[in-house]
């Protein structure tokens, strides 16, 4: 049970990553990741992530690590021993 923990974190890990690779460019250049999963400061933060596509991002890399993770639990029950 635990080496298939470890399978589907790699894969959410890795969903991440990817997600970041894709997603987390706003003009050519790679928003630093702090940017994109800190807090959003209150009403004026929230409407400059929502003006500058953090928020969107955000989805996005988020919904990518959520889709390595479901890759990873179709893989350990898949495999076979």
Avoid at 40 to 45: I, P, R, S, T, Y
Avoid at 54 to 62: F, G, P, Q, S, V
Wanted: proline residues 0%.
């Amino acid at each position: 049970m635990q080496k298939k923990l470890v399978v589907i974190l790699i894969a959410a890990l890795a969903g991440l990553v990817i997600g970041y690779l894709l997603f987390g460019k706003i003009g050519g250049e790679y928003i630093d990741i702090s940017d994109i999963f800190s807090s959003a400061g209150g009403k004026l933060g929230s409407f400059a992530r929502k003006a500058t596509g953090i928020a969107k991002i955000r989805t996005n890399i988020l919904l990518t690590g959520g889709a390595g993770a479901v890759l990873g639990v179709i893989y350990t029950f898949v495999k076979k021993k």
